[in-house]
């Protein structure tokens, strides 16, 4: 394709991200069950193109398969664009001016730690993580959509009876998502739509006819690239064979054959579903008249750039949830290595979703936004990419707009970089994206509405994702909770329809970890001593690429450098249980007495993404001290695992307005007396 022009940004040879521009509309995503279930013919597309971009053909459904009309659109390019192989992605072909900038393997810029990039375009660790994996979403909705409506155009012309059922159902489909926080996901796990080996589909004449799945693994094609390593841990005795396996697999043993085992991913996913549900809900808790950048900063990502050290709200961030679903789902397997994670097919579902929840937010959010920078103290400081991309270098600026705002690889039709601001929602007056998601609890993402509407939508989601801390009020028993003082909303300046809800705080942990601590993805999980086995009570996951410099030294400098948060909610139960049977004299407690009751009933471990223990705890000041020759090192232990609670106002007589979390006070470190090393790894 030819521009018009060499301007700054436009390119001779690209394929242009328009998302599904030739369908002339915008139509919604849907869940992917929602599909199967009630759009046969739109699910047979969608499983045929998405299996046709992976260069697999169903010769049973009787039609004519295209090939992959361009290497821009296979999924092995696509994919790639993720993490490796470390190389120009085929819809972004460069001038030599544009190129010179890119990673080169012998330059020192790029393979010294700091500054470094690690190879690779995605943004992690940003404010542009939501907003890059938007146009990358659009990409691959795109190339499906493509093979859709030549296949449906195909099915048509040999099936004189077919006519008028195929082509419109091409026209709608829309890549669809898979909401891992919905409730029925505790009970349910991963749907067996995304796992089993094989799927039943409609074909001409309502016939039926069995495929292969290509929402389950992904077959190489063409050969396992050759800069694809595998991640070994001859101290764990754990390996991931991302040199041997020829597909791609979940909760993988430790064998170069590979496989997955669904019954631990089902366990894993189904133990941490309470907890990956309320972190959503809490991404709905941001209240009005925030400063918008740094409400925004806090949302995007888990690094959150603007963050000092008395901020002590902490509501959690999507990139972190986002992150916990990767380790849930890839355990020993694909999904769990930012390098890897796209090749597996869920990624795409598991982004859909992640992209759902951005327009629900941005929906609810309208003025909140990035931005040009932040402000502290009368400071104006900037964006950055800390750790660069393929094509940004260590700790770039980075703008809404402009140069500065450009998501590489991604092209538009002018042959420009699509920037950060033209991701920006879904309705009629965004940059066209030509999607948008079914009504979900009476929000239309495309659609405007009053700032009430989106006020009360809030509160809907928020509750629907298990932040209801009005219904926990209810089943608490106000004398118990007498000691928890909150002082009043007004006396904090708060608005006067608003009024505290009286002796009742929000219990959330806040778990700071260093990004880099073991050289990949990692878990620290929080558990209540409860019952002859301690019970799971939430997750963060580290999701981290690995760093093969030989500078051991730097190394260890980046492992302390980069910090990844993420925050747990202590369920009302938990809490409650604690303080009904503390034993405590009512008169001598405090919210601070409380909380050294609830640590005391916590334990931590860090696990790898095998489930090999590397370094467990015990909470509070009475465990014991963990001897200093069995101690952590303190390059890998977390930076920091601290109790916050939260008074909660609500409006009086009006459950459907949002509440509001105020008067945050820190409180006690979980695990003051050591961590005690489990893998030889840790010390």
Partial sequence: METPSNTQGTVSHYYPIVGRKSTGRAYDRIPIEDMQQNHPRQFTLFVLSYAAIQGVQNPSVGTVFPGVQLPA??????????????????GDRKTSEERASDYNANDRKDTLPIP???????????????????????????????????????????????????????????????????????????????????????????????????????????????????LQNSRTNQTAYYSKWTRTYRHSPSTPEGGTDINALQQTLKSQAVDIRTKVGLLFTFSDGEDPALAYDEFSNSVNESRREMDFR??????????????????????????YAAFDPIFFFHHSNVDRIIALWEWCYKDYWMGDGYVKDDVAYPWTQQRGTYAQVYNEQILPTGARGALYPFRNEKGEYWTSEQTRFLDADSYPKYYSYQEFLGVKVDQKASDDARRAARARIAKFYGFDPQTSVKNRNRADWSHVTVPRAKDRGLSEILKEIPNFRVFIVLVRLP???????????????????????????????????????????????????????????????????????????????????????LSGELLDM????????????????????????????????TLYTSAVAEKVDDQGHPVYLFDWQPHNELFPNGWKAESKEAF
Wanted: charge should be neutral.
């Fill in 73 to 90: 659109t296979s999924y092995m390019e696509i994919a790639g664009i993720h993490g490796k192989p470390y190389q120009e992605y085929a």
């Fill in 116 to 230: 470094s990039r690690f190879g690779g375009y995605c943004n992690h660790g940003s404010v542009s993580f939501t907003t890059w994996h938007r146009p990358y979403m659009l990409l691959v909705e795109q190339a499906v959509g493509n093979v859709a409506d030549h296949l449906a155009r195909e099915i048509e012309k040999a099936n004189t009876g077919e006519h008028g059922k195929w082509i419109p159902e091409a026209k709608k489909l829309r890549f669809p998502y898979w909401d891992w926080a919905d409730p029925k996901v505790a009970q349910e796990g991963l749907p067996p739509v995304l796992y089993e080996e094989k799927l039943e589909v409609t074909i001409a004449g309502g016939k039926k006819t069995t495929v292969q799945n290509p929402f389950s693994y992904y077959t190489y094609q063409g050969g396992i690239p050759p800069d694809f390593t595998d």
């Fill in 314 to 339: 902490n509501v959690g961030s999507l990139e972190s949830v986002h992150g916990l679903i990767h380790g849930s789902i890839g355990g020993n397997g694909h999904m769990s290595d930012p390098d």
């Fill in 515 to 601: 990004e880099h601590a073991f050289n990949r993805s990692y878990s620290f999980n929080l558990y209540h001593n409860r019952g002859p086995a301690p019970q799971l009570v939430g997750t963060v996951t580290v999701f981290a690429r690995p760093d093969h410099s030989p500078c051991k030294a730097c190394a260890k400098r980046r492992e302390s450098g980069s910090i990844i948060r993420g925050v747990i909610k202590l369920p009302f139960s938990l809490v409650n249980d604690i303080i009904v049977n503390s034993g405590i004299d009512r008169t001598k407690a405090t919210v601070d007495t409380t909380a050294a009751d609830i640590t005391k009933n």
């Fill in 610 to 641: 095998t489930g090999k223990v590397l370094a467990s705890t015990q909470g509070g000041t009475d465990a014991p001290v963990v001897p200093s020759e069995k101690r952590a090192s303190t390059d890998v232990i977390p930076a920091e695992v």
